[in-house]
């Protein structure tokens, strides 16, 4: 007897199976409604600034560039960190995670100030004291911004634009920019495909067109007229591995100056890891 027959034959089964498929409706359209309406509660985990300091770290505050479109009235806050080593004539334009705000980020940038880089870094908006209304198009306009800001107060000293994570999108979309000043290199620590292509990976269920963030980094590097590396642990529990080598393979293809540096069994926080350090050493001699 086919299922047709059956449901025919007993309405209440029918009507039992018909109630828990509208059930299953709603409960996805229901989901797909509270991620699309919440998706910067789900991507963005910005920070107040905590009280004190969390390193006693060389620092130049400037004040905030004030803003009056995407989005509003916005005020972005940005700082240089001075190295305390035999300086460099280079510079590093850090963009940090999804997680944290300048403050909290600090020992994320320690390494490069050993290595005699002065650093200089933003936040988002709605992180740290920075206001404004969040978009993937405020960002990119927001660092490319700090960036033009720093190559017309350096306009002779070379700019390399490291990204983090989330920040990895961001920094990937400044390097794709037609700027008056190319950077010197962009690199990528644990970067993702695109935000869009990262959920569905662990959620496959959402649809494509709810996302409002995209940063699609794979997009961005078909732009980057630079030496492009990317770092990653093999064991990334966050954003897979995998990432980083479809971009080399696509940046490949594409005829891009690209190197991967896999890191074995390194998770998504690689800073403590001495490999890290050594491939960072090495990218930046």
Not at 34 to 56: A, M, S
Not at 67 to 78: C, F, L, S, T, V
Request: proline share 6%.
């Amino acid at each position: 007897m086919s299922i047709q027959n059956s449901l025919k034959r007993n309405p209440r089964r029918r009507k039992f199976l018909l109630a828990g498929l509208s059930l299953l409706i709603a409960i996805y359209i229901a989901v797909c409604a509270d991620f699309y309406f919440r998706q910067e509660w789900y991507i963005l985990e910005p920070n107040v600034v905590p009280p004190g300091k969390q390193l006693n770290l060389k620092e130049v505050r400037f004040e905030p560039i004030v803003k009056g479109q995407n989005g509003g009235r916005a005020e972005i806050y940005y700082r240089k960190y001075v190295t305390t080593a035999t300086p460099r004539n280079e510079i590093v334009f850090y963009l940090h995670g999804n997680k944290g705000n300048m403050d909290l980020c600090e020992f994320q940038i320690v390494f490069l100030l050993e290595l005699g880089y002065d650093v200089w870094t933003m936040d988002y908006r709605r992180y740290g004291d920075s206001t404004g209304e969040p978009s993937e198009a405020a960002f990119k306009d927001d660092a490319l911004d700090v960036y033009e800001l720093i190559t017309k107060e350096l306009p002779e000293v070379p700019i390399i634009i490291w990204g983090r994570s989330f920040g990895s999108g961001v920094a990937a979309s400044v390097a794709a920019a037609k700027t008056v000043k190319k950077p010197k290199m962009v690199v990528l620590e644990t970067p993702y495909w695109s935000l869009v292509d990262l959920v569905r990976q662990k959620h496959p269920y959402l649809p494509p067109g709810i996302f409002r963030y995209e940063l699609p980094i794979h997009e961005f590097l078909k732009s980057a007229n630079c030496p492009i590396h990317l770092i990653h642990g093999t064991q990334d529990e966050k954003i897979p591995f995998n990432c980083s080598e479809r971009l080399k393979v696509q940046c490949e293809s594409k005829g891009n100056s690209i190197t991967g540096h896999s890191i074995m069994c390194g998770k998504h926080d690689l800073r403590d890891l001495i490999e890290f350090k050594e491939i960072a050493s090495k990218i930046l001699k």
